[in-house]
């Protein structure tokens, strides 16, 4: 069973329920054990992590309202904050999975934030990028998250076969060490 743990980042704290949901799912055939965790509302097991959730999560969700330019303002810094910190502390780690989400997309009327310039802010970012509506579209935003497991299910083996990969680069140093290189004879 994997563990995925995905942040959801960039709501504005109208929520009031748990922040940390629980769900096991499958997909492409593999069981997974979800948790998402959603910082707006006040769940103690959620304050806890609510302290580095960059750190904490394998891939991000970052919405923002189509309708609200601050949220976009916000939904940047998120998006930079992210980059930076797994810059810092992964070493080197900036490929981690993140979604920008151009929520409200029913409210167009009101847009104050282009289409095309959350599309580059995504691909400055090397995120995806996509414009959903909650309230009129469940199965978009369930297709969504499908997609951004898949990719963190790829990311997780990428990084576990890197580790697997220097890890034994560092053995067959440490047996050169004790033993020696072989050199040829002359
Ligand atoms: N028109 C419209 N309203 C939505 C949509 N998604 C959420 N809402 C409404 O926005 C309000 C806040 O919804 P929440 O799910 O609590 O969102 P939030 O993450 O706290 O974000 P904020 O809207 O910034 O408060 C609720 O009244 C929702 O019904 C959407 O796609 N379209």
Redesign the pocket.
Known sequence: MNDIKLALLG?????KSDSLYHKRLSIDGRQLNLEVFDP?SQGSEARCILEEPVEWADGFVV?Y?IS?RT?FINAKSILRQIRETRSDNSKGDTDVPVCLVG?????CHARQVREEEARSLAHENRCNFQE?????SYQDIANLFTQLIRQVMEHLKYRADRRRYSGSKSMAKLINNVFGKRRKSV
């Open positions: 709501s504005q704290g109208a929520g707006c919405v309202n609200d949220s929520n409200k997309q029913d409210l959903v509506s909650a309230a009129e």
